[in-house]
């Protein structure tokens, strides 16, 4: 490995880093696509900066168009206070028009300007290791390393030092308040750390990235874990995967970085969709399907409770009588066989005294629609457990 | 080129008339579906299939090796379709919400697909160059056939409207009463996003990718201000969205280096900002104007019923009293007195007020006052 394949792996997982924490609270706090509009709208942004500063790295440029970001949150909250439109339809109206704006700026003084829309959309990191960091005459290494690691720090502490305070106006805004801290600093501070890790970012990587980075580890760790302090390691941890790991399939396939990597964290994205215990894809429709079964078994332990008469409750009138299919029948039998709850004597079935009283349990909750009556069953049963 | 140049140019100009026609006609099938996204609350799905869809074209582009307009937006349709019934499928059957659904679909599909672009442009093949046209749109590059296609697409879009209309319109405002109805829900949703997914790809390579979702969007937002019925919506949106593609147009042909996408975008959020204020149910001037109106309105009822307590206490109601009287009660000036004379509410005799039967009766009626003898 050579020295700027290390440094361009270091600034993919620094930038993964600083955008997966932020990231983590837009999810929760259901402003997944704010990190969408900042990202397109700061581009007006950038363009004035880079008049006045002439570099694309200054810390000048990089504020101004941060501070296009919050104009831009600022615009979507007052297009809603309105009530004229949506948040979704505000969002979707004022970042084109912003990013529009960039456009033409940079359309019309194409000659002057070394900067094109590719470059702020998609980013080039193979080429971020080429603008060093000179103080004194001494080279430190990448700028944009430097960059990202100071925003990941600022937003490293600015974590510890207001965890409480997040965790607590993102999931409770009502008790946030209550106690005093407020919301909209909260909120605001949120934006400004999003928007200027956006900034930071796009120059290695490209705005759509940023987003991808932003929502994706964020979501893939979200079905994993409901606990917050986890989620934000996880999706560090996807982020700085996907990043290293993009790296090298871009290496391999001769292609975009930023593309590369936003490919790994689908992939990512997809493996966890798929796969997560409990809420993956997987997971929900096997649940589905037990909860399914286990409703039919209700009515057949309920049916067989109603009929004492033999005719009743012989195996081959069960099919015809509540209308199952073969397979469905054949498996209610067996899993209510497996646990007990009946027994077949002569082709017949009749309610254990476990059956009897698990039937007696269940109509006595169908009936009152009390939870405590069916707090042990929770255990044996998805059915039950909501 | 001046504007009135452009209009001379418009019907002799190949180009010209295609990139008119073409934004045109983009205008008013986005208008036209966009109205459907706005009110069915997925105005960022537009943004979203516009991203899906680069992976599309991409992979088009890799299976047949030829740039044919049409294979290359089929790509993009199937990816697109793709993309739109996947983000259904995370919102039912995860907890992930809708914004974080788009937003992913939106950054990893496009993500991919810019892999893809860069892997085609590194191949030895000469025949690659021209896909990123769809990234930021070229509505320079549209020709006959494009434009063609353009239209036989909206006029399939306006036939499947009408045809559905009852069935769109029903879906759109109450769900739960469609299925109670017996209509087969699912299929009318597929359908509807199937057009608004059209539409996207339809537009990618005019407006490109990121601005497709502003065409969508704008002119129905800035329709929904004026109207309350459905139909008035639509028609209006398309209205906006076909005279925003040929003003944008005009601009851009008259001014060096204008590319036409994100000037048809300024237009149309043009309209949408002249909307918000200017709308005389919704917009904001007459809201404020209507707030001020109102304020006045409530200032004098204030002034009235404090002039009725004091006349309550004489034997004639119209018993004249000194206007510094009122000096205890904030809430009167000198305009605001004449404008109660006016309304014969009271008589102004120099430095003298007396209520008037009229203005006793109307200052009983108010605040539900009941009348004393009771």
């Known amino acids: ?34 990190s969408d509009a900042i990202s397109h709208s700061i581009l007006p942004g950038i363009v004035l900066g880079f008049f006045i500063t002439q570099d694309l790295n200054s810390p000048v440029l990089i504020i101004l168009a941060a501070g296009t970001g919050i104009i831009t949150v600022v615009l979507v909250e007052r297009i809603q206070k309105t009530g004229l439109v949506k ?159 993009g790296y090298w399939l871009a290496h391999w396939l001769d292609a975009s970085i930023a593309g590369s990597i936003t490919t790994v964290l689908g992939l990512v994205f997809l493996l966890v969709y798929f796969f997560a215990p409990n809420k993956g894809m997987l997971s929900v429709m096997y649940r589905q399907k037990q909860q399914r079964t286990e409703v039919s078994l209700l009515t057949f332990l309920l049916h067989l409770n109603n009929h004492q008469e033999t005719q009743e409750r012989h195996i081959n009138h069960l099919r015809e009588h509540i209308n199952w299919q073969q397979v469905k029948a054949n498996t209610v039998v ?18 254990t005294q476990k059956g009897l009283s698990f039937t007696q349990t269940a109509l006595e909750y169908i009936i009152t629609n009390k939870d405590d009556k069916i707090e042990h069953l929770k255990d044996d049963f998805f059915l039950f457990r909501g | 080129m001046s504007i009135t140049e452009y209009f001379d140019l418009l019907f002799t100009d190949y180009t010209l008339r295609n990139i008119s026609l073409g934004t045109a006609v983009l205008g008013i099938i986005c208008g036209m579906l966009g109205s459907f996204a706005v009110l069915r609350k997925q105005s960022l799905l537009g943004d979203a299939i516009s991203h899906a869809a680069l992976p599309g074209i991409a992979v088009a582009f890799l299976i047949t090796g ?42 990893l599909f496009f993500g991919f697909g810019m892999m893809l672009l860069t892997y085609i442009q590194k ?88 601005l497709m979702s502003a065409m969508l969007l704008a002119p129905a937002a800035a329709a929904r201000q004026w109207t309350n019925t459905l139909a008035t919506m639509v028609i209006l949106a398309a209205l906006i969205g076909g005279f925003s593609g040929v003003f944008g147009t005009a601009i851009s042909a008259t001014q060096n280096n204008l590319s036409t996408g994100p000037v048809i975008v300024l237009v149309a959020s043009f309209f949408v900002v002249v909307s918000f204020v200017f709308s005389p149910t919704r917009g904001l001037l007459f809201k404020q104007i209507r707030l001020l109106k109102n304020r006045r309105d409530l200032q004098l009822k204030k002034t009235l019923q404090f002039m009725y307590g004091i006349a309550q206490t004489h034997e004639n109601i119209d018993h004249p009293h000194t206007i510094r009287i009122l000096n205890n009660f904030q809430g009167f000036t000198k305009k605001s007195l004449r404008k109660m004379e006016q309304n014969q509410w009271i008589l102004l005799n120099k430095q003298q007020w007396s209520l008037t039967s009229k203005g006793f009766a109307e200052a009983q009626n108010l605040f539900n006052q009941q009348p004393q003898h009771e």
């Open chain 1, 334 to 351: 067996r899993l209510a066989l497996d646990n007990n709850l009946i027994t077949i004597t002569d082709e017949v079935i009749s309610l």
């Open chain 2, 66 to 107: 030829a740039k044919d307009t049409n294979i290359l937006l089929l790509g993009a349709l199937v990816s697109g379709l793709i993309g739109a019934f996947w983000i259904r499928g995370m919102i039912s059957k995860t907890h992930l919400k809708s914004d974080t659904a788009l937003g992913l679909i939106l950054s």
């Open chain 1, 87 to 245: 948040e979704d339809t505000a969002i979707g109206l004022v970042f084109p028009a912003l990013f529009s704006i960039g456009v033409l700026l940079i359309a019309k003084n194409a000659n002057d300007i070394h900067l094109d829309v590719d470059a702020v959309l998609l980013g080039e990191l193979a080429f971020a290791p080429f603008d060093r960091l000179l103080l004194f005459g001494a080279d430190l290494g990448p700028k944009a390393a430097w960059i990202m690691g100071v925003i990941l720090l600022t937003t490293l502490l600015l974590l510890y030092l207001f965890f409480k305070e997040l965790k607590v106006s993102t999931f409770d805004v009502g008790l946030s308040s209550a106690l005093g801290f407020s919301p909209a600093i909260l909120h605001y501070g949120l934006m400004s750390v999003s928007s200027i890790t956006v900034v930071g970012a796009f120059d290695a990587v490209g705005a759509i990235l940023v987003v991808a980075l932003m929502i994706a580890p964020a979501a893939a760790a979200y079905l994993l874990t409901a606990d917050l302090k986890k989620m934000l390691w996880l999706s560090v941890c996807f982020g700085v995967f996907a990043a290293i790991s």
């Open chain 2, 123 to 210: 191949q030895p093949n000469a025949n690659q160059a021209g896909l990123d046209k769809y990234l930021f749109g070229q509505a320079a590059t549209l020709v006959t056939s494009d434009v063609q296609l353009m239209v036989i697409v909206t006029g399939i879009a306006l036939l499947v409207v009408l045809l559905f209309w009852k069935e769109f319109k029903l879906l759109l405002f109450d769900q739960d009463y469609t299925k109670t109805l017996g209509f087969n829900t699912k299929f009318i949703d597929i359908l509807i996003t199937f057009f608004i997914v059209l539409a996207i790809v339809i537009g990618l390579q005019t407006v490109g990718v990121v």
């Open chain 1, 1 to 34: 490995m050579s020295n700027p394949q290390i440094e361009i792996q270091l600034i993919a997982a620094l930038v993964a880093a600083a955008c997966a924490i932020p990231g983590v609270f837009l999810v929760l706090r259901k402003m997944a696509l704010i």
